[in-house]
């Protein structure tokens, strides 16, 4: 049987800041408040599941455990990237991230690098990245007094925005946005600021204030990133990120193009329009919505339409 790209089903999250939103990409929310679509996730929290092919009903989890020749046999406990799209119908909680080093040793766990593609967002909308102080004592003492219109830095943010969030840098996604994360699987989070909501039961959720202050990388860095974009005639590439944990890509396409798989996998996440990929000459079609994953050796593939996609890979 000739290689194919592998369709994946997400899991949808519920979550007190989300919204209907979602309902754009073409999905049947299950919930009034959906936040989160996990569109690759292979996580102990949710899995995403194959829809075509010799590998239907698999995980990806699954997946990556048997079939790691799927994934050009590299080595890892876990499956390395997780994308969402997220809908943010309120403001999600001030939180931060540790680094790898920091989260084994604390939380058993890996720390997290992520990035935001904004697909949409309301006019005004903004996120919280970074923040003013200029030493870590500074950062406690703005924390513990609840300076936090003095400390956050937000930032007004438009559809293509994007950022690169790595460990160590204090954000937060404002209300009205709705943006796909590619980022580190792990769910290593510290909370820093809720906005002193509370949820049904009056209860407010749970900080971890010196865990925060002590992962924020002070003074706040500026990642340095500069889109990169390289165009032929049916398609424009621009390259977003290319760090150590992961690289994005947005590819828009606008007729028939040629192009190689020859990494270890591919995540393509269809954000605009419609269009198919042929291979062999099998052909199949996409749509806004749809997220497939390209294996190792897929090698060469045509793909035709006009569409918006976000690539990501090691
Ligand atoms: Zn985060």
Same mark, same amino acid.
């Given at each position: 049987?000739?290689?194919?790209? #592998?369709?994946?089903?997400?899991?949808?999250?519920?979550?007190?800041?989300?919204?209907?939103?979602?309902?754009?990409?073409?999905?049947?929310?299950?919930?009034?408040?959906?936040?989160?679509?996990?569109?690759?996730?292979?996580?102990?929290? /949710?899995?995403?599941?194959?829809?075509?092919?010799?590998?239907?009903?698999?995980?990806?989890?699954?997946?990556?455990?048997?079939? @790691?020749?799927?994934?050009?046999?590299?080595?890892?406990? @876990?499956?390395?990237?997780? $994308?969402?799209?997220?809908?943010?119908?309120?403001?999600?909680?001030?939180?931060?991230?540790?680094?790898?080093?920091? /989260?084994?040793?604390?939380? /058993?766990?890996?720390?997290? =690098?992520?990035?935001?593609?904004?697909?949409?967002?309301?006019?005004?909308?903004?996120?919280?990245?970074?923040?003013? +102080?200029? =030493? @870590?004592?500074?950062?406690?003492?703005? !924390?513990?007094?609840?300076?936090?219109?003095?400390?956050?830095?937000?930032?007004?943010?438009?559809?293509?925005?994007?950022?690169?969030?790595?460990?160590?840098?204090?954000?937060? !996604?404002? +209300? /009205?946005?709705?943006?796909?994360?590619?980022?580190?699987?792990?769910?290593?989070?510290?909370?820093?600021?809720?906005?002193? @909501?509370?949820?049904?039961?009056?209860?407010?959720?749970? #900080?971890? !204030?010196?865990?925060? !202050?002590?992962?924020?990388?002070?003074? +706040?860095?500026?990642?340095?990133?500069?889109?990169?974009?390289? $165009?032929?005639?049916?398609?424009?590439?621009?390259?977003?990120?290319?760090?150590?944990?992961? $690289?994005?890509?947005?590819?828009?396409?606008?007729?028939? +193009?040629?192009?190689?798989?020859?990494?270890?996998?591919?995540?393509?996440?269809?954000?605009?329009?419609?269009?198919?990929?042929?291979?062999?000459?099998?052909?199949?079609?996409?749509?806004?919505?749809?997220?497939? #994953?390209?294996?190792?050796?897929?090698?060469?593939?045509?793909?035709?339409?006009?569409?918006?996609?976000?690539?990501?890979?090691?």
């Amino acid at each position: 049987m000739s290689i194919q790209p #592998l369709f994946f089903e997400p899991v949808f999250k519920e979550r007190i800041w989300g919204g209907e939103q979602l309902k754009s990409f073409g999905y049947e929310l299950p919930y009034h408040k959906t936040g989160e679509c996990w569109a690759f996730a292979a996580h102990s929290n /949710g899995q995403s599941v194959v829809k075509n092919g010799e590998y239907k009903g698999l995980t990806l989890g699954e997946l990556w455990e048997n079939q @790691r020749q799927l994934f050009g046999n590299i080595e890892g406990d @876990r499956f390395p990237l997780l $994308t969402k799209i997220l809908d943010a119908a309120q403001d999600l909680s001030v939180q931060v991230h540790p680094n790898d080093e920091y /989260g084994l040793k604390h939380e /058993g766990d890996l720390g997290k =690098t992520e990035c935001w593609y904004i697909i949409d967002c309301e006019e005004g909308a903004e996120i919280i990245y970074g923040h003013t +102080a200029k =030493t @870590r004592e500074e950062l406690a003492a703005m !924390i513990h007094e609840g300076k936090w219109d003095e400390l956050l830095t937000r930032v007004p943010v438009k559809p293509g925005d994007f950022f690169f969030v790595p460990s160590g840098t204090v954000h937060a !996604i404002g +209300a /009205g946005i709705v943006i796909l994360e590619t980022q580190q699987n792990s769910d290593t989070t510290y909370r820093v600021y809720d906005y002193d @909501r509370r949820d049904n039961e009056g209860n407010l959720r749970e #900080l971890h !204030i010196e865990q925060s !202050i002590a992962v924020t990388t002070v003074p +706040a860095v500026e990642p340095e990133i500069q889109p990169v974009v390289n $165009t032929s005639d049916e398609m424009k590439i621009t390259t977003f990120v290319e760090s150590d944990y992961f $690289t994005v890509h947005k590819c828009e396409l606008e007729g028939s +193009a040629k192009l190689d798989q020859n990494l270890s996998f591919q995540l393509v996440s269809v954000i605009e329009g419609a269009g198919s990929l042929v291979k062999d000459s099998e052909k199949y079609e996409f749509k806004k919505g749809d997220h497939f #994953l390209l294996p190792s050796g897929f090698g060469e593939f045509e793909l035709d339409g006009k569409a918006e996609m976000i690539v990501s890979h090691l």
